[in-house]
């Protein structure tokens, strides 16, 4: 059994949903590394490259990705089946992510003591 | 009965308009009574709005505000809000207010602001977590 999943289906913008669960996975990891973050139906467009939200008035945390290495964030799982229905492509992601079919990821998901999907 | 579960409850829904926070409380309750203990309620994103003592819902109508507050003293657990949440929405206690130089506050105890750290420690010790 593993850790923490945090599972995000939301756009990055239009809610603060996505920026609030970034939060919460940051704080998380200082307390442990077990834990998986999945990326599922829109939130799969919190990782996309070139966002400029500032023009709307929202806080561009998409940057903010890049430190989940540092942080040591390394299970960072995205829905293979979201990115082909939203024609994205892994190249346009801003960090490395692994894909995994939607029945693989609720296998993955399952495997967790604890989920949280805010 | 099974064995006594410490509970952390996580809420993520405002205190009037939508039936999240409702719910949480009404698990909150049932736990209580089968036993088991609520490690701490984490108010997180609109859930923070439950602190509010200024909200004031008509005179035959649920008060959630003051509802999670009788519970709370009564059980002796905590109301943790999530500060950083709090204060984008407007939500702040006494000394905050002083330090943002704001004319007002609207939080007070038994609700206090916290960190995600209280969370992420939730997430880490308590037995179950309930998402409402």
């Known amino acids: ?118 | 009965m099974s064995s006594p579960l410490n509970i952390a409850i996580i809420v993520t829904g405002p205190s009037y308009g939508r039936q999240d926070a409702l719910s949480a409380y009404h698990y909150a309750q049932a736990a209580l009574v089968a036993g088991h203990t609520i490690q701490r309620v984490f108010f997180y994103n609109d859930g923070v709005l439950n602190a509010s003592f200024l909200s004031a819902p008509a005179a035959d109508e649920f008060d959630l505000h003051a509802a999670w507050r009788a519970l709370a003293i009564k059980h002796q657990f905590g109301l943790d809000i999530c500060a950083s949440a709090a204060l984008r929405r407007g939500i702040v206690d006494a000394g905050e207010a002083e330090r943002l130089s704001l004319p007002h506050f609207n939080l007070e105890y038994p609700f206090q602001l916290t960190g995600l750290g209280q969370l992420a420690e939730s997430l880490v010790t308590a037995d179950r977590v309930v998402q409402f």
Request: charged share 20%; aromatic share 8%.
């Open chain 1, 1 to 118: 059994m593993h850790g923490i999943a945090f599972i995000t289906r939301q756009a990055p913008h239009g809610s603060a949903a996505a920026r609030e669960t970034q939060d919460a996975i940051l704080a998380t990891s200082a307390l442990t590394e077990d834990l998986s973050v999945f990326f599922i139906g829109d939130g799969v467009f919190q990782l996309l490259k070139n966002q400029a939200p500032k023009q709307i008035g929202s806080r561009n945390f998409a940057a903010t990705f890049k430190l989940f290495d540092l942080y040591d964030i390394e299970n960072i799982y995205v829905c293979q089946d979201s990115l082909l229905e939203r024609g994205i492509d892994g190249t346009q992601l801003l960090i490395d992510v692994t894909c995994l079919s939607q029945v693989e990821m609720n296998a993955k998901i399952r495997m967790h003591a604890k989920i949280l999907n805010l």
